[in-house]
Nanobody
Framework: QVQVVESGGGLVQAGGSLTLSCTAS????????MAWFRQAPGKEREGVSC????????EYSDSVKGRFTISGNNAKNTVYLQMNSLKSEDTATYYC???????????????????WGQGTQVTVSS
């Protein structure tokens, strides 16, 4: 069983930055592709960004491309999401996920055996 724990959410003004961290209980990069999803009240869950096994490829949704950066530290079993130029529409609960489909130019997809964190709230005030 993989345990996934997010941290780093909070309240920030529009235009500001936050960095989310996600730590998994096992060495993930050798086995799982990792991703960040988010869900705002009344909206469907959205795949925001993902990173492949060896960190060699990152994918972003159009809504965050150019503003968010995903990265990983295999030695620390940690994935980061650096969020810059935050907008009010970025307000959501952000979830880290292990074992997703992360392909170039494709939607980020959770699968039946995706492991989820508990979520961390990001609120952007305008």
């Amino acid at each position: 069983q993989v345990q996934v724990v997010e941290s780093g959410g909070g309240l920030v003004q529009a235009g500001g930055s936050l960095t989310l961290s996600c730590t998994a209980s096992i060495l993930t990069f050798d086995k799982y592709e990792m991703a960040w999803f988010r869900q705002a009240p009344g909206k469907e869950r959205e795949g925001v960004s993902c990173i492949t096994f060896n960190g060699g490829w990152q994918e972003y949704s159009d809504s965050v491309k150019g503003r968010f950066t995903i990265s990983g530290n295999n030695a620390k079993n940690t994935v980061y999401l650096q969020m810059n130029s935050l907008k009010s529409e970025d307000t959501a609960t952000y979830y880290c996920a292990a074992n997703v489909i992360c392909s170039e130019g494709s939607e980020i997809v959770a699968v039946r055996n995706t492991y989820w964190g508990q979520g961390t709230q990001v609120t952007v005030s305008s």
